[in-house]
Nanobody, 129 residues
Framework: QVQLVESGGGLVQAGGSLRLSCAAS????????MGWFRQAPGKEREFVAA????????YYADSVKGRFTISRDNAKNMVYLQMNSLKPEDTAVYYC??????????????????????WGQGTQVTVSS
């Protein structure tokens, strides 16, 4: 059974940092694109960051570029999101997602929710002002 489990969320003051982790299990994810998305109350789920199966390519939303860093450890089936200089507008539930389509297609954009087949349950990040 494929499973993605996020951890590392919490309450932090503006300007602080958090590191989210996503543990993948059920099969190897070394050929999967991995992404982080977030959803604030009353808003649609939005793209935050993504990383190619090899880790050689990373993608970021403009709103987090320069503050967030995505990384992965294929040996451990783990993906991370280091979040620095957090702002109140970063408050949301953060979701990890995976899909192996990118390994077989160059049309995978990494930025759309519908491109990912597997999702975690989410972890809450709250940034106080």
């Amino acid at each position: 059974q494929v499973q993605l489990v996020e951890s590392g969320g919490g309450l932090v003051q503006a300007g602080g940092s958090l590191r989210l982790s996503c543990a993948a299990s059920g099969r190897t994810f070394s050929r999967d694109a991995m992404g982080w998305f977030r959803q604030a109350p009353g808003k649609e789920r939005e793209f935050v960051a993504a990383i190619s199966w090899s880790g050689g390519m990373t993608y970021y939303a403009d709103s987090v570029k320069g503050r967030f860093t995505i990384s992965r450890d294929n040996a451990k089936n783990m993906v991370y999101l280091q979040m620095n200089s957090l702002k109140p507008e970063d408050t949301a539930v953060y979701y990890c997602a995976a899909d192996h389509s990118a390994y077989y297609s160059d049309r995978f954009s990494y930025r759309n929710t519908y491109e990912y087949a597997y999702w975690g349950q989410g972890t809450q990040v709250t940034v106080s002002s």
